[in-house]
Structure formats: structure tokens, C-alpha cells
């Protein structure tokens, strides 16, 4: 089955700076790829989605790129700020089911001031 | 305002003693979903419903169940709690709509989650 691999685990960087989280996935068949943003005591919330008929798609700070060749996409992150920090999850969507998601294990993006 | 409301947000309980968590919607979503979230694990389906008495086990069904009697609220219930059912809990939803056209995935909409602690 479908296995989504999420680097790294954790991630520190200066406010300002520019954070790339990555993932890879198994299933070739994946068609849909969201990134979900879980700030403390909240539930996740997704923040961009790509579809695997496009490369990149960006909104305002954010921005995702997908390689289906290579199978892995990635988030990125520019101007970095305090409110950035929170868990990212990636997701891969399972071919023939509706809403069928595995997440990746999450990465703790931490910006200091 | 939209949104899914899970209850209670914290638990702390006894190995057996059977436990119920909420979960209601306000969006009319046809499809109900819970998840676990553990360390390193990311975050796992338990159960899901595509609409009213309409369940389907996810990918760690063990230990619980669901109900879907009303198309708003999705309980989740663990019959006889174990130690290994410590974790955070999520309820999602998302309509189902133009899947073809969408590639069979929406948003999901997911509550603020439901601590629960097994001694």
C-alpha cells in the first residue's frame, strides 16, 4: 500500500528564513497531495494542496512542488515567522477510494524571533 | 460558524471502563472520518463514514467503534479501553462532491482534538 515518508522530523530556523519540509510517496497511482498545518491544541488544517496534474502551485509565503517522476513533494516556506511554528503533515491520497489520505509522521517547524 | 466539535477535549480513564467521544458538524458533510495522532506515527484512520449508517473500517479499526445513526454527529466509542489507546484523536469531514473533477479527495475539516489517557 501507499507509504508517505516525511523529512525531518523536526526543523529550527531564524525568522526570515526559508523552511523546505519534504516528502516522498510510494503509490505512483497518487493523484492528490495536501499539506495540513496543526497549530497547539488545534486540529490540523490544510494550508496548500497540489493535484498531480500540476508542478507548483503557490499562495502568498507558501509554496509546493510536486515531481512524479521522482515521487516526492515538498513544502516550502519563505520569510519565515514566529506564527509559521506548528506540525506540518504531508498526505498522499490512496487511487480508488474517495478521501482515502496516509499522512506522513509530521515535522515541528520551529521559528525563532 | 463551520465547524466539527469533538467532546470531550481531555480524558483520563481506567483500562475497561467503556468510553464515547463525540463528534458533531454543522457543514452537512456526507463523509466522517476519526484519526489517531501518536509520535512518529503521524496521523492514523480508525474509522470512516461516507454518509448516515454507512461505516467502513480505516487502517487501525482494533478496539473501537462507530455510529452513524444522524448524518451530523459520528461517535466514537471504545468499548473496553487498553493502555495502548492513549493518544490524540481527530474527527474530520468533507463533502462528498464532484469526485471525479477533484480526483476523489477534499479538504477535511478536522475538530480540535480529544486527549485521551488509558491507565
Known amino acids: 500500500g501507499e507509504n508517505v515518508e516525511q523529512h525531518p522530523s523536526t526543523l529550527s530556523v531564524q525568522e526570515g528564513d526559508s523552511a523546505v519540509i519534504k516528502c516522498t510517496y510510494s503509490d505512483s497511482a497518487s493523484n492528490y497531495f495536501p499539506w495540513y498545518k496543526q497549530e497547539l491544541g488545534k486540529g490540523p488544517q490544510l494550508i496548500i494542496d497540489i493535484r498531480s496534474n500540476v508542478g507548483e502551485k503557490k499562495d502568498q509565503r507558501i509554496a509546493v512542488t510536486l515531481n512524479k517522476t521522482a515521487k516526492h513533494f515538498s513544502l516550502h516556506i519563505t520569510e519565515t515567522q514566529p506564527e509559521d511554528s506548528a506540525v506540518y503533515f504531508c498526505?498522499?491520497?490512496?487511487?480508488?477510494?474517495?478521501?482515502?489520505?496516509?499522512f506522513g509522521t509530521g515535522t515541528r517547524l520551529l521559528v525563532s524571533p | 460558524e463551520a465547524q466539527v466539535t469533538q467532546n470531550p477535549r481531555y480524558l483520563i480513564t481506567v483500562t475497561g471502563k467503556k468510553l464515547t467521544v463525540t463528534c458533531s458538524q454543522n457543514?452537512?458533510?456526507?463523509?466522517m472520518s476519526w484519526y489517531r495522532q501518536d509520535p512518529g506515527l503521524g496521523l492514523r484512520q480508525i474509522y470512516y463514514s461516507m454518509n448516515v449508517e454507512v461505516t467502513d473500517k480505516g487502517d487501525v479499526p482494533e478496539g473501537y467503534k462507530v455510529s452513524r445513526k444522524e448524518k451530523r454527529n459520528f461517535p466514537l466509542i471504545l468499548e473496553s479501553p487498553s493502555p495502548n489507546q492513549t493518544s490524540l484523536y481527530f474527527c474530520?469531514?468533507?463533502?462528498?462532491?464532484?469526485?471525479?473533477?477533484?480526483?476523489?479527495?477534499?479538504?477535511?475539516?478536522f475538530g480540535a482534538g480529544s486527549r485521551l489517557t488509558v491507565l
Open positions: 498526505a498522499a491520497s490512496i487511487p480508488g477510494g474517495f478521501q482515502k489520505l496516509v
Open positions: 474530520a469531514s468533507t463533502p462528498i462532491r464532484t469526485l471525479e473533477n477533484l480526483g476523489g479527495a477534499n479538504v477535511l475539516t
Open positions: 457543514m452537512n458533510h456526507e463523509y
